[in-house]
């Protein structure tokens, strides 16, 4: 079955951008949509945004609205996030999930995905 990898991950000062990516390895499964979460110490794991992968229609949570951007590449099967402005709050462990069809979870419901990453370490020091 198909496995979800990110990259990208680091240590940035705030107001610096980094760009992760996640791919896959094995055997690939066609997506429906894909999206991104996060993690900080002691907290559940958090929403960050989503994007259907053939109609290309985006997501995102109000904390990262206007100053990330998550992106597909189709024929190479790999999403993007694009984190721009980066803040301390920002710190966190983040993960890339797929989903291969629609459910009666909304896009930010982790029930809604079936594929998860194993994560990379963002950390935004002030």
């Known amino acids: 079955q198909a496995q979800l990898v990110e990259s990208g991950g680091g240590l940035v000062q705030a107001g610096g951008s980094l760009r992760l990516a996640c791919t896959a390895s094995g055997r690939t499964v066609s997506s429906y949509r894909m999206g991104w979460f996060r993690q900080a110490p002691g907290k559940e794991r958090d929403f960050v945004a989503a994007?259907?992968?053939?109609?290309?229609?985006?997501f995102y949570a109000d904390s990262v609205k206007g100053r990330f951007t998550i992106s597909r590449d189709t024929a190479k099967n790999t999403l993007y996030l694009q984190m721009n402005s980066l803040k301390p709050e920002d710190t966190a462990i983040y993960y890339c999930?797929?989903?291969?069809?629609?459910?009666?979870?909304?896009?930010?419901?982790?029930?809604?995905?079936?594929?998860w990453g194993q994560g990379t370490q963002v950390t935004v020091s002030s």
């Open positions: 999930a797929a989903t291969t069809r629609l459910s009666t979870y909304s896009y930010s419901s982790m029930s809604t995905y079936d594929y």
């Open positions: 994007i259907n992968w053939r109609g290309g229609s985006t």
